[in-house]
């Protein structure tokens, strides 16, 4: 049946419900409180650069093995932009050098103890522990629990905390000891449920998901993210009203009235995908239970600073992805990614592009930092890490409360916030990030889902 769907938030969540609504032939409306659609997607320019292109400010990629951006994209008539990374090559600033990253491996987990033990990273005994832990017989992992409580008794704590919390606490700002693993790396979480081995367990799912999906496992998209926000605005066309922040939601005859500041709209259904502070402060009237486990979910901080200076004025051959860093090391940044390096379409020949990320949910310092004092700090890192020499011009891209933790038990409690919405508040779901999953399939999986279930 036609019905009346307004969706809050643009985000790629929303934009995704609205894309859904608009072809199933509901009458849509996707409201958002900026003046731009896309939410922590942004692709624009860095001024004063000669570069010849906008720049991704947050997300550069997303995972191509699952189906749900690639299937989009290819609706939107841009299955010819998808781009791979031109490298899987990466690497970690261990002791003061860059160090590769031992192969194979899964979400950071080496499945060749030998290939650690070349690698510097970690000392004998911690090769040794990994050795030992891949190899024993373990109990099946029943139900959630944290990453670093799964991992750490089978990888040993030199291994996890060199190899596996840079990647899997660095993707969300946040700490894999506190890291739910079916939430945040279902991968492993899967493969530490069958029990057994764990090297066994995965190496079986990977021959598994190879077999399954062929190309590569990340994609993204030449031009930038950016062209898929302005595709899928595109397809909305006068549905999509930016600067329309939703204030409050009232029951109603009809369904729902939506207030905002420009006045009310009327909906059978409303999709909130909305960070979880502000879903909190609209569903709680209704459902203070639901309200109060959104509020007490964290997020965490991250800044991400690109980087653009002529490719002769960094001394390192910038032959890889780029670099993560431990947080035993002591630097400010978390990551550098390569970007020039690892995506075609940001490489002018001329300049060296790098994004570097800071900030994890027990290390703040950048936020005490002014963005003249980040960028001289990070600088001077570069200098130490990629023989950085030239003069870069940067742009600063502060995303506070960006990151949502997932603790373990976190779709559990999604499950409850569904139930208590669909019991006390009918109509009414809510989408995004902080609940299914934050990278880009699992917020365009959640968006269409919130249309066609
Ligand atoms: C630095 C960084 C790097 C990332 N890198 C990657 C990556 O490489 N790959 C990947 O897959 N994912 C990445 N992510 C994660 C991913 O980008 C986000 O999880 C995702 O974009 C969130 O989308 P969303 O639609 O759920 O929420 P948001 O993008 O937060 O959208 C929510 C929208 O709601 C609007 N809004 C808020 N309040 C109101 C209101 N009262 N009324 C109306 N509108 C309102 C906001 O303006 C916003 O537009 C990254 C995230 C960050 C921060």
Known sequence: MNQRIVIVGAGITGL??????QRHGHE?????????????????????????????LAADGFLARRPEVVGLVEELGLAGELVAPRTSRAFLWVDGQLRAIPSPSVLGVPLEPDAVAGSGLVSEAGVAELRAGLTRDAAPLLGDASVGEVLRPRLGDEVFERLVDPLLGGINAGNADQLSIVAGAPQLAAAAATGGRFDE??????????????????????????????????????NLRLGHEVTGLQRSAEGWTVATARGPFTADRVVLATPAPVTARLIEPYCPTAAHTLTELGYG????????????????DLDGSGFLVPRDQGLLMTACSWTSSKWEHYDDGVHAVLRVSAGRTDDQRWLTLAPDELVAALTEELRVTVGLTGQPITRVSPWRQSLPQ??????????????????????????????????????VGQGRSAISG
């Open 16 to 21: 995704a419900a609205g894309h859904e609504a």
């Open 28 to 56: 849509v409306v996707v409201l958002d409180r900026a003046e731009r659609a896309g939410g922590k997607i942004a692709t624009e320019t860095v001024e004063g650069t000669h570069l010849p292109f906008p720049v991704d």
């Open 201 to 238: 367990a995965l190496r079986r799912q990977a021959t598994e998901a190879q077999a399954a999906a062929a190309g590569p496992v990340f994609n993204g998209i030449r031009g930038g993210n950016g062209r898929l926000i302005e595709a899928l605005a595109a397809t909305l066309g006068p």
């Open 301 to 316: 901080d991250a800044v991400l600073v690109t980087f653009v200076v002529e490719r002769e004025g960094i001394t390192h």
């Open 406 to 443: 997932y603790r373990p038990g976190h779709f559990e409690r999604c499950d409850a916030i569904d139930a208590e919405l669909a019991e006390r508040a009918p109509g009414i779901t809510a989408s995004g990030a902080q609940m299914r999953g934050l990278g880009l399939p699992a917020c």
